[in-house]
């Protein structure tokens, strides 16, 4: 079955770049998806992906998609300690509506 | 901007009862999900739903759990007979349209504790 890993801790000082990886074993994977949960809150979408991109931008955030190696990563360029949060990668694969989330990265920026 | 919201944001109930979680997805969303977060642990599938019948559920999703849309805005879970380890944060979420990689928007979710 499909599966999702994070590492679960980054910790970066304000100011630098951010860079949070992701792994997943399922070649049928349609979408990725990053996902931030700040305390006591509910899980806010950040970006996503289409599994024929290699890369996407959106402002501070960068996805990068390495298909060959189910690896997938999101860079947040400038951090500031509003995004201190848990960061979740997650999947859907082809014909199923579920998505498959990782453990969670948190992210610690520290001023 | 519509969001989907959920009631309670905290329930404590004690093991055997049942409780039932409510949501109201974004109004011209035609799909819903029901997702957990036990603490610690990774954030688990447990059903969807679209025109009024499941339309996919995972292996955490038996007898014991029931979803229903009882009117033209909520979406409810039913949990009949609680156990301790039914204590988790569950979100419920929604999507628009019938493709399934329509992005999922989330509700704040629901933390609830079994006795």
């Known amino acids: 079955g499909e599966d999702v890993e994070q590492s679960l801790f980054l910790s970066v000082r304000e100011g630098d770049s951010s860079v949070i990886n992701c792994t997943y074993t399922?070649?049928?994977?349609?979408?990725l998806y990053w996902y931030k949960q700040e305390p006591g809150a509910g899980l806010q979408l950040l970006t996503y992906?289409?599994?024929?991109?290699d890369m996407k931008q959106d402002q501070r955030l960068t996805v990068l998609l390495n298909k060959k190696d189910k690896h997938l990563s999101l860079r947040i360029a400038d951090t500031q300690t509003g995004d201190s949060a848990i960061y979740f990668c997650?999947?859907?694969?082809?014909?199923?509506?579920?998505?498959?989330f990782g453990s969670g990265t948190r992210l610690q920026v520290q001023p | 901007e519509p969001e989907v919201t959920q009631t309670p944001s905290h329930q404590v109930t004690q093991m055997g009862q049942e409780v039932i979680l409510r949501c109201v997805p974004i109004?011209?969303?035609?799909?819903f999900y029901w997702y957990r977060q036990i603490l610690g642990q990774k954030v688990e599938f447990l059903v969807s739903?679209?025109?009024?019948?499941?339309?996919?559920k995972s292996e955490i999703f038996d007898d014991q759990f029931s979803v229903e849309r009882p009117d033209g805005s909520n979406f409810t879970l039913k949990i009949r007979s609680t156990k301790l380890e039914d204590s988790a944060m569950y979100f419920c979420?929604?999507?628009?349209?019938?493709?399934?990689?329509?992005?999922?928007?989330f509700g704040p979710g629901t933390r609830l504790l079994v006795l």
């Open positions: 997650a999947e859907s694969i082809t014909g199923r509506r579920a998505l498959t």
């Open positions: 109004s011209n969303h035609l799909y």
């Open positions: 399922d070649s049928s994977s349609t979408y």
């Open positions: 979420a929604s999507t628009a349209g019938p493709r399934s990689q329509e992005t999922q928007y």
């Open positions: 992906i289409f599994s024929n991109m």
């Open positions: 739903f679209y025109n009024n019948e499941i339309s996919e």
